[in-house]
Structures are given as C-alpha cells and as structure tokens.
C-alpha cells in the first residue's frame, strides 16, 4: 500500500512564501512523475507543476516565476516552494505520484491535499 502525506499548508498574506512537502511512503518499487495540482471548491482540479524522476520541470503559466518544484529521491519527496503568493493562489493543494509498487502495477496515487489560503 502507498501513502502520500503532505505538509506544509497554511495562512499567509499575499506576498508572503509556502514550502509544501509530500512524502511517498509502502512498498514502492519505483516513482515516476511526481506533481502537485490544487482545487478550489466548484472547479477542476489543475497541474500548478510537475518534475519527472529525472528532473526536468514543467509549470503551469499562473505560478511561473513565482513557484519551484523540486524531488529529493532518496526520501520519496516531493517540495512545492511557492513564493510571492496572491489571494487567487488559496486552494486545497494536493499531491500525487505515478507509482510502481513492490511485484504490482503502476498508478497514480493522490494525498489528502493541504489547505493554503493567501489573504490579509
């Protein structure tokens, strides 16, 4: 079984800075692609940024210059470093992996998300 924790979320006022942090945790054979998309409530779920195991970037326009994402491998973990926040930046964060486990499949797996509000 896998597990993506993810911590970090919070208050801040706009301008200020996050570091999100998700931890992969089972009996993972291998991880992928390692992401983070967010949710405000009556919309879709969006990609804010992904990196793939060999690192290579990609973020959305909304967070470009502002966000970094980031993977240390050796502790299955993932970092979202959001700087410069903005009011429309508040959403429920969530992480997710693509996830080879121990002697099974590949799929995608999802955290709980953490809540990240932006307002003075």
């Known amino acids: 079984q896998v597990q993506l924790v993810e911590s970090g979320g919070g208050l801040v006022q706009p301008g200020g800075s996050l570091r999100l942090s998700c931890q992969a945790s089972g009996t993972i054979f291998s991880i992928y692609a390692m992401g983070w998309y967010r949710q405000v409530p009556g919309n879709q779920r969006e990609l804010v940024a992904e990196?793939?195991?060999?690192?290579?970037?990609k973020n959305a326009d909304s967070v470009e210059g502002r966000f970094t994402i980031s993977r240390d491998n050796a502790k299955k973990t993932v970092y979202l470093q959001m700087n410069s926040l903005k009011p429309e930046d508040t959403a429920v964060y969530y992480c997710n992996a693509v996830i080879r486990v121990v002697g099974g499949n590949t799929d995608d797996y999802w955290g709980r998300g953490t809540q990240v509000t932006v307002s003075s």
């Open positions: 990196v793939t195991s060999s690192g290579n970037t």
